[in-house]
């Protein structure tokens, strides 16, 4: 069983930076970044494996960088160069080694332009 406990998130003006953070249980195969936006199905931002391989959406790709942070069971998400359509509600997600998936409980960023 794999348990997610975000942190983070918040109001910022637009081209400002925000870190996101995700500490987990249970020793996760391979964690990501969603965001779902009002109105909007949700989307995947940011993928990272085991091996410290990470995948970005083209939308984040130079702007957001994920990483884990092995001795503090941590994922983090830093943003940067932010944009009012970065505003969403922002998921840790994770998958163990039977693939269950797990869902954080979500965050809220807004991006003031």
């Known amino acids: 069983q794999v348990q997610l406990v975000e942190s983070g998130g918040g109001l910022v003006q637009a081209g400002g930076s925000l870190r996101l953070s995700c500490a987990d249980s249970?020793?996760?195969?391979?964690w990501a970044w969603y965001r779902q936006a009002p109105g909007k199905q949700r989307e995947w931002v940011a993928s990272?494996?085991?091996?410290?391989?990470?995948t970005y959406a083209s939308s984040v790709k130079g702007r957001f960088t994920i990483s884990r942070d092995n001795t503090i069971n941590t994922l983090n998400l830093q943003m940067g160069s932010l944009k009012p359509e970065d505003t969403a509600v922002y998921y840790c997600?994770?998958?163990?080694?039977?693939?269950?998936?797990?869902w954080g409980q979500g965050t809220q960023v807004t991006v003031s332009s």
């Open positions: 990272i494996n085991r091996a410290g391989v990470s």
């Open positions: 997600y994770a998958q163990d080694f039977r693939l269950r998936a797990y």
């Open positions: 249970g020793n996760p195969l391979s």
